[in-house]
């Protein structure tokens, strides 16, 4: 989206979508529902988030009343902390019962995956952008900045290094990629992390990733700087990893002690490592650290990092590939906030040339102009990075698999394709 003063003031914004004068409906039963509900209980407390019902495309298959809990496993097992919701339960209802609502509440998308479904549904159904209904990002930007000039972020990820154990060929991070990977000086993601929270009063997610975190050498010095520092800034610090290196047992304490999450990918399907991931587990069962596998991950090709595949589309139908779009992360790196953090691996991989198009200088911004950045606004209306990209959950899936190994052909180069070839 490209800022516009006139139709994206913050404070008519906020007029539409005033917590304290409306009714909400949360449209989509996903982890992002849990989140967003759990960071307005954790940001602003004193604030009364009135939710109706909560709407999902797919209501038969959670049951009419469902708490929290469940949702969060049927999403994705215990990856959010349910603890301080008290396990509310919501009625959950079809978007037919919607439309048959009277009062018609104010729809916030609470879905990734499910993003653009939602939204072309609720078109159709000659419902506004940013009146009737809007994405769960902006409320949870606006509505602390607005109400408690509190600069909150959604997500960013931090790769400690562009070093891996495996090589796959999907990778999103682009691993096979890197001519020359190395592991990232350790003053500098301490100083990124501290510039970080300079800039920003609160983050919902901090994801620590690679290449492979657990081969990073100071990844222990990484992990006491951010517990002792700022632990109180970050609901969920998650360190993903692919669960074929054993931390040392005061690396495990370390994660115990400042309540950290570990995701781990399960490649053992295509991969052999199954010893070894057992043994991970084992350990992260005896130390009762907080975990979860992910072994039905869906992988989709990103497409080639080195091909500019839609170059020939102009500034318009570029804009609306990107606002299709729902990459989730932001990517810190080099004391600049990157929009997405695909874009950061490309660039740190020597794929992509910077550009301040698709980042935010930490050292010169100011809360309003991060809150923006982080909510989509970007002076192009798309990112660089944009034109070599498919895009997350936008609609162009290319199914493949973690079981490939090693760096792709040689793209034919130039290769370029139009929107409707998609
Ligand atoms: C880049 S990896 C880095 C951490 C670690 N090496 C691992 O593989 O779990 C971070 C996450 O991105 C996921 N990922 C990587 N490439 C992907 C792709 N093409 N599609 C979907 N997820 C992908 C991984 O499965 C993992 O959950
Ligand atoms: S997805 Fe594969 S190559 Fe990429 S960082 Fe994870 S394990 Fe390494």
């Known amino acids: 989206m490209i800022y516009n003063e006139k139709k994206h003031n913050f404070k008519k914004y906020f007029d539409n979508w005033d917590l304290s004068k409306n009714n909400f409906v949360l449209f989509g039963a996903s982890k992002e529902c849990i989140q967003l509900i759990r960071t307005i209980k954790i940001i602003l407390p004193e604030y009364d988030f009135k939710i109706k019902y909560l709407v999902d495309l797919d209501e038969s298959a959670l049951g009419n009343n469902i708490s929290l809990y469940e949702i969060n496993k049927a999403a994705y097992k215990s990856e959010i902390n349910t603890d301080i919701l008290n396990d509310k339960i919501f009625e959950v209802k079809s978007f037919q019962d919607y439309l048959n609502d009277k009062e018609q509440p104010k729809i916030i998308i609470t879905s990734d995956a499910h993003y653009n479904r939602i939204k072309d ?9 940013d ?20 600069t909150h972020i959604w997500r960013t990820d931090i790769l400690l290094t562009e070093k891996c154990t495996l090589n796959c060929t999907f990778c999103n991070m682009y691993m096979p990629h890197y001519k020359n990977p190395k592991h990232k000086n ?12 300079k800039n920003v009063d ?7 990733v690679g290449g492979e975190p657990f081969l990073y050498p100071n990844h222990k010095e990484v992990f006491q700087h951010i517990g002792k520092n700022y632990r109180d800034k970050i609901d969920n610090v998650l360190i993903t990893t692919n669960g074929t290196l054993l931390p040392k047992p005061e690396v495990l304490d370390l994660i115990k002690k400042h309540k950290f999450l570990v995701s781990i990918s399960d490649y053992t399907d295509g991969i052999n490592y199954k010893r070894r991931f057992d043994i991970f587990i084992k350990k992260l069962n005896e130390k009762k650290i907080n975990y979860f596998t992910r072994k039905d991950i869906l992988w989709s090709d990103f497409g080639d990092p080195r091909v500019s595949k839609y170059e020939k589309l102009s500034d318009m139908e570029m804009i609306s590939h990107f606002n299709k779009c729902v990459a989730p992360y932001r990517g810190l790196s080099n004391k600049k906030l990157y929009f997405c953090h695909l874009n950061t691996s490309a660039v740190l991989s020597e794929i ?8 935010l200088d930490l050292e010169n911004t100011t809360p309003e102009e991060l809150i923006k950045f982080d909510v989509g606004f970007i002076k192009k209306g798309y ?3 944009c034109k070599n990209c498919n895009g997350c959950y936008s609609g162009i899936e290319v199914p493949v698999s973690p079981a490939n190994q090693g760096v792709r052909p040689d793209p034919v180069l130039g290769t370029t394709i139009d929107q409707k070839s998609t």
């Not at 549904?121 to 419902?127: A, D, F, R, V």
């Not at 350790?186 to 929270?197: A, C, M, T």
């Open 202 to 208: 609160y983050i919902s997610t901090l994801h620590l």
């Open 186 to 197: 350790i003053n500098k993601i301490k100083e990124d992390i501290d510039i970080l929270f």
């Open 131 to 150: 009146l009737d209904f809007t994405k769960y990002r902006k409320i949870a930007g606006v509505w602390p900045y607005i109400l408690k000039k509190k």
């Open 352 to 359: 992509l040339e910077d550009d301040p198009n698709d980042y």
């Open 121 to 129: 549904t609720l078109i159709e159904n000659n419902k506004i952008e």
């Open 383 to 385: 990112l660089t990075f």
